[in-house]
């Protein structure tokens, strides 16, 4: 039955109209069974290996499978590689004024912008630095799946992750891996003629290099500001358009990738309000966490509803390896603008007007789930750094365990709190 449902779905996407969900119609996303071969077909021009029985189809046209190759015995499922629908991203925005000056234990000039690291309404990232951290942790990877990053940043240079076996520049695959040039990560918007993902992942927004900022911008250098995480390596991988149209089959290479290079934190601010049933993304977090012990933070997203019965993906996936994070204001309730759910929703953490990098050496604020996100990832890497023994569940539930309650978020969120830093190292650094 389960198969029957999927090869109706797939087949009804012939039917509809320009104006209704999008897909490529380049590529198809199928599950074979246990022990079955793959089937063959004359549109078929390549057969990607995703990981166990998922594989990515490269077609000539989709419209080219008829249903006695769709309903073929040997597949689980068949999916189509959907777009997740154009959204316009977090902008730039006025910076928040802040009546209060923060004394910290940075030196980066544009410290006392970043309201997030207070105590009374942030995530208690000051007095962590303050009243626990007295050691440099381990060193933590954390991918940033998004619209790319600038790597060339005054604050995000010393930051970035690379890869030192591939020699930068020189168009060749030098650690065979399957990518060229793959320095600081890759772009799975942009391929090859063998459409393959390059290693060009240099942000043409702003979105992802603000989003890595708030991770982990390089701290006490002198210059603008400090990323929550202390020791992290930001691996940049561009899988979201300009335009918020990330697909599919874009978005689980680029969980692979990550995994496989070593990130063990993944953030996520992008989503989509329409899934059509699919299972294949859900499916590649539960396997990134349990094979590579990968924890994956998704933003709630902006709609300012209840995604427990409006669901919005990935965050309302039912995956003990992916954590969803709510945004709060620097007044301490939930922004106006952020999704909520009792049961999809794990925790908040701040995310309107927030202060970090920008292309080209600049800063500005944005507002929106996705810095909430980024904000918790960078609780997540700072956690890890100093108990690297925590796996992702328990990494996940010790956050949720660790936050500040809310009594507004109790029925709002899974925890009902916000993320705090200070808590949430101390019962780390006790295991």
């Known amino acids: 039955m389960k198969l029957i449902v999927t090869l109706l779905f797939f087949i009804s996407a012939f039917n509809l109209s320009a104006n209704e969900i999008r897909f490529n119609n380049k590529r198809i996303i199928v599950k074979l069974k246990e022990g079955q071969a793959m089937p063959s077909h004359h549109s078929i021009k390549k057969v990607q290996h995703l990981f166990k029985q998922l594989y990515v189809l490269h077609l000539e046209d989709v419209k080219s499978l ?70 440099k942790g381990s060193e933590v990877i954390v991918a940033v799946v998004d619209t790319g990053v600038d790597y060339t940043h005054e604050d995000l240079k010393e930051v970035m992750w690379v890869n030192t076996k ?94 496989k290079n070593g990130a063990k934190i993944i953030n996520c601010s992008f989503g989509k309000a329409h899934n059509e049933g699919g299972m294949a993304v859900s499916e590649t977090i539960k396997h990134i966490g349990e094979t590579y012990g990968v924890l994956v933070i998704a933003a709630s997203g902006n709609s300012s509803q209840n995604i427990d019965s409006r669901l919005t993906y990935p965050a309302s996936f039912e995956n003990d390896h992916l954590m969803v994070i709510a945004s709060t204001s620097n007044r301490g309730g939930m922004s106006y603008f952020s999704n909520y759910g009792k049961k999809n929703v794990d925790l908040a953490a701040p995310g309107s007007s927030v202060y970090s990098t920008t292309p080209n050496n600049r800063y500005s604020s944005m507002s929106g789930t996705s810095m909430a996100s980024p904000a918790a990832a960078g609780v997540a890497a700072e956690v890890l750094s100093h108990n690297p023994a925590l796996g992702p569940v328990e990494l996940k539930n010790l956050l949720m365990d660790s936050t500040t309650k809310v009594g507004r978020f109790s029925s709002k969120l899974v925890t009902g709190g916000r993320i705090n830093l200070y808590n949430a190292l101390q019962q780390a650094l006790n295991r």
Do not use: C
Not at 103 to 123: S, Y
């Open 66 to 135: 008829k249903t006695d190759f769709l309903d073929s015995p040997a597949f689980e499922y068949v999916e189509r590689d959907f777009y997740s629908g154009r959204n316009k991203l977090p902008q730039a925005e006025r910076e928040l004024e802040i009546n209060e000056k923060m004394a910290g234990e940075f030196n980066d000039p544009k410290f006392g912008k970043l309201w997030h690291f207070n105590d009374k309404t942030g995530m208690s990232v000051n007095r962590a630095y303050k009243e626990v951290i007295n050691a």
């Open 166 to 259: 591939e020699i930068a520049g020189n168009n060749i695959d030098d650690d065979g891996n399957g990518y060229v040039d793959d320095v600081h990560g890759i772009n799975t918007i942009s391929r090859d003629s063998n459409g393959n993902a390059t290693g060009n992942m240099k942000d043409t927004h702003s979105h992802g290099t603000h989003v890595s900022g708030i991770i982990g911008a390089t701290q006490n250098n002198n210059v603008g500001i400090a990323g929550v995480a202390s020791n992290v390596r930001i691996m940049g991988i561009r899988t979201v358009p300009n335009n918020g149209d990330e697909l599919d089959v874009d978005v689980i290479e680029s969980f692979l990738y990550a995994a």
